[in-house]
T-cell receptor
Framework: AQTVTQSQPEMSVQEAETVTLSCTYD???????LFWYKQPPSRQMILVIR??????QNATENRFSVNFQKAAKSFSLKISDSQLGDTAMYFC???????????FGPGTSLSVIP | NAGVTQTPKFQVLKTGQSMTLQCAQD?????MYWYRQDPGMGLRLIYY???????DKGEVPNGYNVSRLNKREFSLRLESAAPSQTSVYFC???????????FGPGTRLLVL
C-alpha cells in the first residue's frame, strides 16, 4: 500500500525568505502523480503544483517549485520569496495513474512571519 | 463557473440522526469524490465515483452511503450519525480519474 509522510508538522519562515517542505512516499509503482495542495484558514483545498513521475524535469509554478527524486521517493516543495498569503497547511499527495485513490500526507502547517 | 459547491457549510447533529451532504460541480467533470479531514490525519477518501452511474468505496466507507445523482451531483449520506463522524467533509471532482482534483469549500459536521 502507498503511504505519504510529511515529517515536519509545523514550520515558519520570514517574509521574502525561502522555505522547503519535505515529503516522502512509498510505492512499488513506476508511473504515478504527485501533488502539493495548500489549505489556507478558509479551508479551501487549492492545488499548488503537480508532477508526473515519468517526467524527469521538476515542475515549477511561479514561486513554487519541487525537487522530485524518484529513486529516493522524495518530493519536496520550495517556496521562494514567501508571502503572508502563503500561510496555510500544505499537503503532499500521491495518486497512481490507473485510478485507485489519492493518498494524502498528514500535512505541514506553514506560518509566514512578517 | 462556481466550481465545486457544497451544502451545508456547517451542521450539528445528535447521535443517531441522519443527514445528506450535497455536492455539485459545474466543470463537466466525470469523477467525483468525498473525503473527510481530521486533525493530524490529512484527508481520507470515503467514496468516489469515477463516472456517472458508478460508485466505489474508498479508505473509510463505513457509516456512509453515496449517490451519484447525475454528472453534476454527488451526495454523501450519514444514515445514523455517530460522534466519530465529527469531521470536515470535502467534495472534489476531476475531469478524468487520474487528473487534478478540484475541491469544494468543505462542510464542518459536529455530531453530539
Amino acid at each position: 500500500a502507498q503511504t505519504v509522510t510529511q515529517s515536519q508538522p509545523e514550520m515558519s519562515v520570514q517574509e521574502a525568505e525561502t522555505v522547503t517542505l519535505s515529503c516522502t512516499y512509498d510505492t512499488s509503482e513506476n508511473n504515478y502523480y504527485l501533488f502539493w495542495y495548500k489549505q489556507p484558514p478558509s479551508r479551501q483545498m487549492i492545488l499548488v503544483i503537480r508532477q508526473e513521475a515519468y517526467k524527469q524535469q521538476n515542475a515549477t509554478e511561479n514561486r513554487f517549485s519541487v525537487n522530485f527524486q524518484k529513486a529516493a521517493k522524495s518530493f519536496s516543495l520550495k517556496i521562494s520569496d514567501s508571502q503572508l498569503g502563503d500561510t496555510a497547511m500544505y499537503f503532499c499527495a500521491f495518486m497512481k495513474t490507473s485510478y485507485d485513490k489519492v493518498i494524502f500526507g498528514p500535512g505541514t502547517s506553514l506560518s509566514v512571519i512578517p | 463557473n462556481a466550481g465545486v459547491t457544497q451544502t451545508p457549510k456547517f451542521q450539528v447533529l445528535k447521535t443517531g440522526q441522519s443527514m445528506t451532504l450535497q455536492c455539485a460541480q459545474d466543470m463537466n467533470h466525470n469523477s467525483m469524490y468525498w473525503y473527510r479531514q481530521d486533525p493530524g490525519m490529512g484527508l481520507r477518501l470515503i467514496y468516489y465515483s469515477a463516472s456517472e452511474g458508478t460508485t466505489d468505496k474508498g479508505e473509510v466507507p463505513n457509516g456512509y452511503n453515496v449517490s451519484r445523482l447525475n454528472k453534476r451531483e454527488f451526495s454523501l449520506r450519514l444514515e445514523s450519525a455517530a460522534p466519530s463522524q465529527t469531521s470536515v467533509y470535502f467534495c472534489a471532482s476531476s475531469y478524468l480519474a487520474d487528473e487534478t482534483q478540484y475541491f469544494g469549500p468543505g462542510t464542518r459536521l459536529l455530531v453530539l
